[in-house]
């Protein structure tokens, strides 16, 4: 639900009240699921805020966080992207 509220905030391009959403919501993921999709997706979102803020080095390190979690999912789980 947070996420949801951070990413329309993003989409309308109320990029000040769309971070800290997406930041809460992180948090709240990465505690209850751990490296998961719904992480990944977190990090994405994020990725787009700093890119839209010129926050060029902030995009690329959320852009390179959502890729490796990605990542280890497919190698722990390879059938379930096959």
């Given at each position: 639900?947070?996420?949801?509220?951070?990413?329309?905030?993003?989409?309308?391009?109320?990029?000040?009240?769309?971070?800290?959403?997406?930041?809460?919501?992180?948090q709240i993921?990465?505690?209850?699921?751990?490296?998961?999709?719904?992480?990944?997706?977190?990090?994405?979102?994020?990725?787009?805020?700093?890119?839209?803020?010129?926050?060029?080095?902030?995009?690329t390190a959320?852009?390179?966080?959502?890729?490796?979690?990605?990542?280890?999912?497919?190698?722990?789980?390879?059938?379930?992207?096959?």
């Open positions: 639900m947070i996420q949801a509220l951070g990413s329309t905030y993003l989409e309308e391009g109320n990029l000040q009240s769309a971070e800290p959403n997406l930041l809460k919501a992180l993921y990465r505690t209850s699921f751990g490296d998961s999709e719904v992480v990944a997706s977190c990090f994405d979102k994020l990725s787009k805020l700093y890119s839209k803020q010129g926050r060029y080095a902030a995009a959320s852009t390179v966080e959502a890729v490796q979690i990605r990542t280890k999912l497919r190698l722990s789980d390879p059938g379930r992207f096959s």
